[in-house]
């Protein structure tokens, strides 16, 4: 199975300050990656597919970056609506997927 | 815009099989392309896939739950479902039906639904 670490587990930061999110494979998993936001009480959100390809409806200060094993999702400027728990999630083992345990960004 | 919906018992007992459905809105299971997949969220916890099924009937489960999982698939109601049998607390979780492709990722996703395993 392939493992996704992430890290760090908590990023606490203020509104307008950039946000970087690791995830780290056990293996290559080539491009085959997606970032998924979650907030209480509800359904994931695809943000980012394929590492770096933003979902319909994204916005811009979102991005996606990566290959291999280690992945990066940078938020450019936090908004108040970002301050959200986030999943990596692969599929190069397809129809095997896992995700990652989540960061979970909090207002500083 | 596609909706999904799931729905079912939120209390199971130990040793039960749960069962959900998961109902799809705005367009059709059976337009083919897409797996129509179950994943659950234990509380406070992170994300685990279950399984998926495309409309044809294929499945593709999990191997940590396979011995326990069966999702079916209903295109005439354009539904699909899970069983999950022999249930222990350690099932207690939200539960989400998805739509995924194979060269995408999960792309909607229903609201989940809290699923307790209790006597």
């Known amino acids: 199975e392939i493992v996704l670490t992430q890290s760090p587990a908590t990023l606490s930061l203020s509104p307008g300050e950039r946000a970087t999110l690791s995830c780290r494979a056990s293996q290559s998993v080539s491009s085959y990656l997606a970032w998924y936001q979650q907030k209480p009480g509800q359904a994931p959100r695809l943000l980012i597919y394929d590492a770096s390809n933003r979902a319909t409806g994204i916005p811009a200060r979102f991005s996606g970056s990566g290959s291999g094993t280690d992945f990066t999702l940078t938020i450019s400027s936090l908004e108040p609506e970002d301050f959200a728990v986030y999943y990596c999630q692969q599929r190069s083992n397809w129809p095997r997927t896992t995700f990652g345990g989540g960061t979970k960004v909090e207002i500083k | 815009q596609v909706q999904l919906q799931e729905s079912g018992p939120g209390l199971v007992k130990p040793s039960q099989t749960l069962s959900l459905t998961c109902t799809v809105s705005?367009?059709?299971?059976?337009?083919?392309?897409?797996?129509w997949s179950w994943i659950r969220q234990h509380p406070g916890k992170g994300l685990e896939w279950i399984g998926y099924i495309y409309y044809s009937g294929s499945t593709y489960y999990n191997p940590s739950l396979k011995s326990r999982v069966t999702i079916s698939v209903d295109t005439s109601k354009n539904q699909f479902s899970l069983k999950l049998s022999s249930v222990t607390a350690a099932d207690t979780a939200v539960y989400y039906c998805?739509?995924?492709?194979?060269?995408?990722?999960?792309?909607?996703w229903g609201q989940g639904t809290l699923v307790t395993v209790s006597s």
């Open positions: 998805a739509r995924t492709h194979t060269t995408s990722a999960f792309d909607y």
């Open positions: 705005g367009g059709s299971i059976s337009s083919g392309g897409y797996y």
